[in-house]
């Protein structure tokens, strides 16, 4: 079972991008579904998630009041808008599902762990460059 992310490319700074997160396997409502990356030579960090329970929405401090995480249900996909994209924004971003027994909180507040995750699959990379 994998999660595919899509919507990634080359971008100026200042610009945008929509990544989209889907899969045929399973309802991603379901699960709580995060957003991280991993930059050339770094670790994989946390960057949004969504969560089945209220309040639904996290960021990191880095990418707040420029990504928007959100969920279409009828299209099975979680999307990640990315607005004002910067130099330091280049990485391959995954989506995944996180296991029961972890919430999206720990995605945007701890060290990341892929032991997070039930499922993820490959990536898609943004670069952000003039």
């Known amino acids: 079972v994998q999660l595919q992310a899509s919507g990634g490319g080359l971008v100026q700074p200042g610009g945008s991008l929509r990544l989209s997160c889907a899969t045929s396997?399973?309802?991603?409502?379901?699960?709580?579904i995060a957003w991280f990356r991993q930059a050339p030579g770094k670790e994989r960090t946390g960057v949004s998630c969504?969560?089945?329970?209220?309040?639904?929405?996290y960021y990191v401090d880095s990418v707040k009041g420029r990504f928007t995480i959100s969920g279409d249900n009828a299209k099975n996909t979680v999307y990640l808008q990315m607005n004002s994209l910067k130099p330091e924004d280049t990485a391959v971003y995954y989506c995944?599902?996180?296991?029961?027994?972890?919430?999206?909180?720990?995605?945007?507040?701890?060290?990341?762990?892929?032991?997070?995750?039930?499922?993820w699959g490959q990536g898609t990379q943004v670069t952000v460059s003039s």
């Open positions: 995944a599902a996180l296991a029961p027994q972890f919430h999206c909180t720990v995605v945007v507040a701890t060290t990341h762990s892929d032991s997070w995750y039930d499922y």
């Open positions: 396997q399973f309802t991603l409502d379901s699960y709580d």
């Open positions: 969504i969560s089945r329970s209220v309040p639904r929405t």
